[in-house]
């Protein structure tokens, strides 16, 4: 057959999975729509996305193994995700240090997060495990299929979807409930949790 659907039910349960994990992604557009709302989460939530198009397109015309055959590509690409990570997270750090310095209580938190979209972008652009986890998981689930190649765009799309939907669910939920979470003690927690988060994603990157 040209499609094997037979796989579906055993990949949506791995994909639910998969989805579910807090990673980078989660924690950018968590701390986005928190604080700037529904309109700047869900572009950071798009920047995300068209990073990992990109990605999952990238296995499915066979460019992805080529890449990951070269160890000085990967390790770029890791370095710079790294590199990223630590960014993001001592921007956190000195808007609350800056915050601090001007209020003498640091109660406001942390500086807001300019261009949602090129940061979603960047962040996942940058991590090449969404590559390489693209390699090692989309071809599990393509069964019989007549067709590999057509098999591997559903999967990749419907991996991406169901992404999409919870991290919608995210940005929704955040932004439904920002006043109300947008106490200056919670503020701070937020952004103190979201650059450890950061930086120990970025001590994994390297050391993976």
Not at 43 to 53: F, K, P
Request: include cysteine; proline fraction near 4%; charged fraction near 10%.
């Amino acid at each position: 057959m040209l499609l094997d659907f037979t796989t579906l039910p055993a990949f949506l349960l791995a994909s639910a999975v998969v989805v579910l994990t807090p990673g980078v992604d989660a924690f950018l557009i968590l701390r986005i729509s928190l604080r700037q709302g529904i309109g700047p989460g869900l572009r950071a939530l798009a920047g995300i996305h068209t990073a990992s198009v990109l990605q999952v397109a990238l296995v499915i015309c066979g460019l992805g193994a080529v890449i990951t055959s070269h160890p000085a590509v990967l390790a770029t690409l890791k370095w710079a995700g790294a590199a990223y990570l630590v960014y993001l997270a001592a921007m956190i750090v000195r808007g609350l240090w800056l915050t601090r310095a001007e209020t003498g209580d640091g109660l406001s938190g942390g500086a807001t997060t300019s261009r949602p979209y090129l940061q979603g972008l960047l962040s996942n652009i940058t991590n090449p495990k969404m590559l390489l986890f693209s390699l090692a998981f989309l071809p599990q689930f393509v069964g019989s299929a007549a067709n590999p190649t057509l098999q591997l765009v559903l999967l990749g799309a419907v991996f991406l979807v169901l992404a999409a939907i919870w991290e919608v669910t995210i940005v929704l939920g955040a932004a439904r409930i920002a006043d109300r979470l947008r106490r200056p003690r919670f503020a701070r927690s937020l952004d103190m949790i979201s650059a450890a988060a950061f930086l120990t994603i970025s001590a994994g990157l390297v050391a993976a």
